[in-house]
């Protein structure tokens, strides 16, 4: 970037430093409005007061093969950077009021989910005589018995578990909010083994350690879950396809279909997966088949 770009994103960068940010979205807020800047110098605007509303689409254009998830990230990235630039009168148009919006249906995919044999083949397949195989198998009951995200179970420190009061209480990572589920017995003693039996000596406060030298934590960015799984369902033989997703988040649907399959409330089960609000659950009332059924209307010819 030439120097007057380096100095707008200094001051940029100064000011988001400010918020609350995770760090993913601090990065996102960061490489977007940097990208956006490069982008101009490469097509000859070198003075942002020379900027254009075309120029802005142009940009965006540039990722028409991305996601819609992902240029919608985008968009809202660059529209905070250009609100920066206006209200710092950097430029003088408020271009961040006039960005095109990308819509994304909230409804727009049905989720994944296993059914309870396969399940049971992939937890049977563990061996939990290993020190990896308890470790394993605690994470994997976490995420199917309890609906914990990976980020949250990949978090989870001995503090958050209260072995009084049989119950975990977290902040979640990607919502910010308070979170308190039931130690459920199953669940509850796989922990115990696996810190009795098959953690390794570590001062690190994080439950679950990765198991080669040098041991440390699992991070968002190196806590392969969706490898644990994989290897578990290899040797489980449960198929692996393009059509239906597998990943760690599809046994969070999984726990989703099975309470609604015993009529459990939308509004359980939205505290359950620790969503702010049930809009966000409603979407696995597309996967309740038997009451999808219930809602057909009668062909009159």
């Known amino acids: 970037l030439n120097k007057t770009y380096e100095k707008i994103i200094k001051n940029y960068i100064n000011i988001i430093k400010k918020l609350d940010l995770t760090s993913e979205s601090f990065r996102l807020r960061e490489y977007v409005p940097n990208l956006f800047l490069y982008y101009l110098q490469l097509n000859n ?39 920066f630039l206006y209200l710092n009168h950097y430029i003088n148009e408020p271009f961040h009021l006039t960005l ?30 290993t020190a990896i195989g308890k470790r394993d198998y605690a994470i994997l009951l976490l995420i199917i018995k309890l609906g914990l995200r990976k980020i949250d179970v990949i978090n989870l420190k001995f503090s958050d578990i209260n072995w009084n009061t049989k119950s975990i209480n977290i902040v979640q990572y990607k919502t910010r909010e308070p979170l308190s589920l039931p130690l459920l017995n199953d669940v509850g003693w796989a922990i115990i083994d696996y810190i009795k039996n098959g953690r390794p000596k570590s001062d690190i406060n994080n439950v679950f350690l990765t198991h080669k030298e040098p041991i440390y934590s699992f991070s968002k960015n190196h806590g392969n879950f969706g490898a644990i799984l994989s290897k578990y369902m290899k040797k489980a033989g449960i198929p692996i396809t393009k059509q239906k997703k597998n990943g760690v988040h599809s046994l969070r649907h999984t726990l989703a279909s099975e309470m609604l399959k015993k009529s459990t409330p939308i509004e359980t089960i939205s505290a359950v997966l620790g969503h702010i609000n049930t809009n966000t659950t409603s979407i696995y009332l597309k996967i309740d088949i038997e009451k999808l059924r219930e809602c057909v209307l009668e062909v009159v010819l």
């Open 45 to 83: 605007i070198n003075n942002i007061k020379k900027l254009k509303r075309e120029n802005i689409i142009d940009f965006l254009n540039e990722f028409s093969e991305y996601s819609k998830f992902t240029i919608k990230d985008y968009r809202a990235m660059l529209k905070v950077f250009l609100e």
């Open 100 to 129: 095109p919006k990308v819509h994304i249906p909230k409804q727009s995919k049905i989720p994944s989910v296993w059914n309870t044999n396969d399940i049971e083949k992939l937890l049977s397949c563990i061996d939990r005589t």
